[in-house]
């Protein structure tokens, strides 16, 4: 035995020898490799790891910092791709984002606890809604399809194929028993389909351009065209009720149209590049015409009772601002890639904001995460 345990010393020395040796091996060539340019770090931010990348294309260091801020509640880092979409549950209490695997992610949102995520066709998806009896959840994609989920046990309920070659909008009734979706087709047409949820049945079909809103009472559609008109229509049979004309209009971005609770009123906001614009449709009153950032804009989101304008942008920021006077209220900072969706709690205290993929000329930075913050206004 004693012959045994002595080969056995000079064995586990020559075991640890060359684990040191491979150690050190090891940490030499990352170090050659972090000289070329190319870094992998993973920040850890609740109970996901975030991966944050740089492809070896130069030299020049890229900042990967994120800014920390009060009021974040919590960041989901679940998505793999870009966050295109955002969505919250009526009662408040989850948070459903779409990426450009094609998937919806359902989770607290307080927590992240709960993940569900559910699968549907291939594509991106490019508009999200959940319906306002917390029963479904629609996506729409860039194949022209929609996808129906029941919200509770994530059984497919529906699937509705158009003949657009993208879906860039949906919007439920307040019923809940319909949902209209804005087709973009090949070329520069579009259109508002409404169809029933319950049968999948073609209701009606509507002229659309940019955007559109669902009147309180349901009876009523209303849609810009991207330039300077505001349809109102009879959302059951496609009659013209009103037009409105907005002057000085130069918004050629993001758009986005609200109702006023009287239900009698809208508003739009409108985006060229990294250009607020604002109107009181009724009037044509242009209220608000200003810088908003630095980069782009990608998103618009009114509060619910459309007394503040959410703006997200590439400058990897969210800007609330006040909807009346256009003076900015707050900057939340905490990305480091483009911000591409925001949407507002119910209760109008909180805000979801998904992110993408920054570009920059040197490297390639993913974000993809969504973030739940505090709304802090008054």
Request: charged share 10%; aromatic share 8%.
């Amino acid at each position: 035995m004693q012959s045994v345990q002595q080969e056995e010393i000079p064995f586990r020395s020559e075991q640890t020898r060359r684990r040191i040796s491979c150690l050190v091996l090891g940490v030499t060539l990352f170090a050659l490799l972090a000289l070329c340019g190319g870094i992998f770090s993973c920040v850890l931010f609740g109970y996901n790891l975030l991966p944050v990348i740089l492809l070896p294309y130069g030299t020049n260091n890229i900042h990967l910092s994120r800014p920390i801020s009060a009021n974040t509640i919590y960041i989901y880092s679940g998505h793999r791709t870009t966050v295109n979409a955002v969505a919250w549950e009526p009662d408040g209490k989850r948070v459903a984002s779409a990426d450009d695997n094609g998937t919806v992610h359902i989770w607290d949102a307080n927590g992240g606890g709960g993940v569900t995520i559910y699968s549907g066709p291939n594509g991106a998806i490019q508009t999200l809604a959940w319906s306002p009896d917390g029963q479904a959840i629609a996506a729409g994609y860039n194949t022209g399809t929609v996808q129906l989920w029941d919200a509770t046990t994530g059984a497919q309920r529906y699937t509705y194929q158009s003949n657009a070659s993208t879906i860039a909008q949906l919007v439920w009734a307040p019923d809940s028993k319909y949902i209209a979706a804005l087709e973009r087709h090949t070329g520069s047409s579009s259109s508002i389909n409404i169809w029933d949820t319950t049968t999948g049945n073609a209701a009606t079909s509507l002229s659309g351009e940019s955007t559109f809103a669902w009147s309180p009472d349901g009876k009523r559609i209303a849609s810009y065209d991207g330039i300077n008109t505001v349809t109102v229509y009879d959302s059951a049979h496609g009659k013209v009720l009103q037009t409105f004309t907005l002057h000085n209009n130069s918004g050629i971005g993001v758009d986005t149209l609200a109702w006023l609770p009287d239900g009698q009123h809208l508003s739009l906001a409108s985006s060229n590049n990294a250009h607020l614009q604002i109107w009181n449709v009724n009037t044509g009153e242009h209220i608000i015409s200003q810088e908003s950032h630095k980069n782009p804009i990608q998103a618009i989101a009114w509060s619910p009772d459309l007394q503040y304008i959410a703006t997200a942008s590439q400058d990897e920021t969210v800007n609330i601002w006040n909807a009346h006077s256009g003076a900015l209220l707050y900057t939340y900072p905490c990305y480091v890639g483009i911000v591409t969706s925001v949407a507002w709690s119910p209760d109008g205290k909180r805000i979801a904001s998904g992110s993408g993929s920054e570009i920059p000329s040197l490297g390639v930075v993913k974000d993809d995460t969504v973030q739940v913050w505090k709304a802090p206004i008054s």
